[in-house]
Each structure stands twice: as structure tokens, then as C-alpha cells.
């Protein structure tokens, strides 16, 4: 099993643009979650959803950021319109519910806006 | 609400010396307590769990209820433990998957 992939792993787009970033879980994991990690404030949690319905998302910074999850194999990040503030990596990780919390972490993306 | 302090932003050790990563937390119910690790160009991972009562790498962590922490410790200091260490907490109630992080610490074991 490769992990959990993101894609892409860099981007860098210019203030008031579209960013959507991808994420695929581990098969057979039924959590998925979505974090941002910024110097000043470390690992937040923004949202996260069991068997693709979501679960908690008073994380989300603002109504620019949405996340669905389609399928059990696959979801989004998406923020619209994007900001410089929100330049960060996103990290997107994975979990059995029967496995004690232990969370499976992809290799982030890295956002940069300008 | 649930919280996790890392007083360090930075730890800096001689290889070979004892190394204490600090983490204290706030919680009203029963946490459960993890320590994770991220090495240089590999992706964040779990290190060890107070719930396994494990030592991972010769890195033990012991819950301390009276003082709400979980300090990260090892005897003697290895090159290869230079990483990026973030403490997390849990609800235990909800199936243990809402994960509070740390800000992290970073070790630096200087040869």
C-alpha cells in the first residue's frame, strides 16, 4: 500500500484563485481527515469525516473552505477564494475507527498564495 | 476544550545525554495521550501511545494525571532522533479520532 497520497504536493497560485487539493485514503480506513500546519499554530485540525460523511468541521477557518468526500477512496479541499494568510502545508490523514487513533499521515501540500 | 502545550519550540541535546520532551495538556474527561514524530523528508507518524504503554525506539512517555502531562523521554540521545516531536490528545469517548496536536518540538542531537 502506498499511504495516502495528496496531490499535488506544491502549489502556488495567486490571491483570489481557485485551489483544490486532493487527498486518497487508505483502503479500508473510515476516517478521513484534513489538517493545515502553520508555524505560529502548529496542526489544526479542519474537518474530518467517517464512512465520507462529515463529522466535525468547526475547524474550517471560513466560508471559502469546503471538503466533500465522494466515495470511501477519495476527497477535496477546496478554498475559493484564496488569500495569502492561507498559505500552509495541508496535511490529509486516514484511520480505522477499530485501531485506537492511530492517524496515517499523507505528505502534506504545500499551498503557497501570493 | 481540549488542549495540548509543547513549551519548546526547540530542544537541543549532546548525543548521548538524557533528552525530556515537556508536553502538558487540558481536558475535563479521560485523554488519551500519543506522541508522534516526523523525520526529515518522511511523513508525520505515530511514535508511541500512553494506551499501549509501549517504548518505542527507547522513548517512553508516562501519563502524569496530577500534573495533566505526558513528558517524552529517553535515556541517551541518537543522532537519528533529530525530528520534529508533536504531543496529541484524545477523547477517549467518540471512538478516540477528534486528535488535539501539539505545536512540536524540535530535537536537535548535536554528535
Known amino acids: 500500500d502506498a499511504g495516502v497520497i495528496q496531490s499535488p504536493r506544491h502549489e502556488v497560485t495567486e490571491m483570489g484563485q481557485e485551489v483544490t487539493l486532493r487527498c486518497k485514503p487508505i483502503?479500508?480506513?473510515?476516517?478521513l481527515f484534513w489538517y493545515r500546519q502553520t508555524m505560529m499554530r502548529g496542526l489544526e485540525l479542519l474537518i474530518y469525516f467517517n464512512n465520507n460523511v462529515p463529522i466535525d468541521d468547526s475547524g474550517m477557518p471560513e466560508d471559502r473552505f469546503s471538503a466533500k468526500m465522494p466515495n470511501a477512496s477519495f476527497s477535496t479541499l477546496k478554498i475559493q477564494p484564496s488569500e495569502p494568510r492561507d498559505s500552509a502545508v495541508y496535511f490529509c490523514a486516514s484511520s480505522f475507527g477499530g485501531g485506537l487513533g492511530e492517524q496515517f499521515f499523507g505528505p502534506g501540500t504545500r499551498l503557497t498564495v501570493l | 476544550a481540549q488542549r495540548v502545550t509543547q513549551p519548546e519550540k526547540l530542544l537541543s541535546v549532546f548525543k548521548g545525554a538524557p533528552v525530556e520532551l515537556k508536553c502538558n495538556y487540558s481536558y475535563s474527561g479521560s485523554p488519551e495521550l500519543f506522541w508522534y514524530v516526523q523525520y526529515s523528508r518522511q511523513r508525520l507518524q505515530l511514535l508511541l501511545r500512553h494506551i499501549s504503554r509501549e517504548s518505542i525506539k527507547g522513548f517512553t512517555a508516562d501519563l502524569n494525571k496530577g500534573e495533566t502531562s505526558f513528558h517524552l523521554k529517553k535515556p541517551f540521545a541518537q543522532e537519528e532522533d533529530s525530528a520534529m516531536y508533536y504531543c496529541?490528545?484524545?477523547?477517549?469517548?467518540?471512538?478516540?479520532?477528534?486528535?488535539?496536536f501539539g505545536i512540536g518540538t524540535k530535537l536537535q542531537v548535536i554528535p
Open positions: 483502503s479500508g480506513h473510515d476516517y
Open positions: 496529541a490528545l484524545t477523547p477517549k469517548s467518540g471512538g478516540y479520532q477528534k486528535v488535539t
